[in-house]
């Protein structure tokens, strides 16, 4: 995109015989907008078809970590030593359905949501370049500085407009997949859950947790996209470019954020689930959620299920991001890329 602020001239109708100059006038709808509008929209819809794909595979991973996370909350309850443990235990529990339970609601919302983020994410990014910000940035801060605060902004952009499907996902998934702190929950169906949830707290408990999860999510992307970026600029620089690159740096550099996140992520789960036994989850905010957690069950109880998550987000996110950039650009080489 050479500039955002390019104006479109319109014809300008005269007296008959005059020669008038032809004024200015700027459309209704900003060329950029269009831009980043066709962008965001084409990543959108690969992205959505690569994250239904990659929901499946992350499910038991996701599974795992719900359990792990909670787990130091009832210590007489299920305890898994670990994401192959955990594994193994629902397997042998529950059986494989017991692995994808909670999928039908991640499913549901994941299309829409994974849609938003794509949009905010990428919405972010195209905006930022050839702006006057970008300029400004580039020459208070530097260039590579510039381009990784633009980055970290966007993976926030991304996370804040997808939230509004991915939190209410989370809250029934979550509700549904844990054991050992509400008989009733566990034997719930998609739409029981959801009934239910919303006898017990209207819309609003449908968005428990918003802001950790925005929080934990969104400070996840902001550190993981420059990082995946800039692996990737490397790796091409190195001469290795293409798909195995691009994938190889979306899951080192969502690994990254995702250890780096896990105490916000932790929070946000036991929020999240709270609504199944207030006893056992007394908190109702961050701050007092993290705190809590550590007072109670030690610190290390922070970066319980790190090795479930970090699994489940490299799958997720990790590879779910770069694949839908692979598939876009696939689609684009069997049918062509549509003008403007």
């Known amino acids: 995109m050479s500039s955002f ?21 700027k459309p209704l709808i900003p060329s950029w907008v269009k831009e980043v509008a066709t962008t965001s929209g084409k990543i959108a819809g690969t992205g959505a078809a690569m994250g239904a794909v990659c929901d499946v595979i992350a ?56 849609g938003l983020f794509f949009m905010g994410l990428f919405g972010t ?37 997808a939230s509004l499907f991915f939190v209410p996902s989370s809250v029934v998934s979550e509700c549904q997949q844990a054991k050992g702190f509400n008989q009733e929950f566990e034997k719930l169906t998609l739409s029981q859950a959801v009934r239910r949830i919303y006898a017990m707290g209207g819309i609003a408990g449908f968005y428990k947790g918003l802001w950790p999860q925005v929080l934990s999510f969104g400070t996840c992307h902001a550190l993981s996209v420059p990082v995946y970026m800039h692996l990737k600029k490397e790796l091409e620089a190195l001469g290795y470019a293409g798909p195995a690159a691009s ?35 007394p908190e109702r905010n961050t701050v007092s959620a993290v705190l809590g957690i550590a007072r109670r069950e030690g610190v290390k109880s922070l970066m319980s299920g790190a090795n479930a998550r ?24 069997v049918f062509g890329s549509p003008s403007m």
Not at 94 to 110: C, E, I, N, Q, T
Not at 251 to 266: D, N, R
Not at 313 to 328: E, F, H, N, S, Y
Request: glycine share 12%; aromatic share 10%; no cysteine.
């Open 310 to 333: 970090a699994a489940f987000i490299m799958t997720r996110l990790g590879l779910g991001i770069p694949l839908a950039g692979i598939a876009q650009k696939k689609l684009e080489e």
């Open 125 to 161: 990014q195209n905006a930022y370049k050839g702006s006057s910000v970008e300029t400004w940035a580039s020459e208070k801060i530097g260039q590579d500085r510039a381009l990784f605060a633009s980055n970290f902004v966007s993976g926030y952009m991304g996370q804040l407009a």
């Open 5 to 25: 602020a390019a104006s479109v001239s319109m014809p300008h109708s005269g007296h008959p015989g005059e020669d008038h100059p032809s004024p200015e006038k």
């Open 247 to 281: 994938i190889f740096s979306g899951v080192a550099g969502y690994g990254f954020g995702s250890y780096l996140t896990q105490p916000l992520a932790v929070a946000k789960n036991r929020l999240q689930v709270a609504k199944i036994n207030p006893d056992l989850f």
């Open 59 to 114: 499910q038991p991973f996701y599974r795992v970590q719900t359990q792990a996370m909670i787990q130091g909350a009832n210590p007489t309850g299920v305890q898994y030593k670990g994401v192959f443990d955990g594994l193994r235990t629902i397997y042998r529990q529950d059986g494989p359905k017991g692995l994808f339970r909670g999928l039908p609601a991640v499913l549901s919302a994941g299309p829409f949501g994974t």
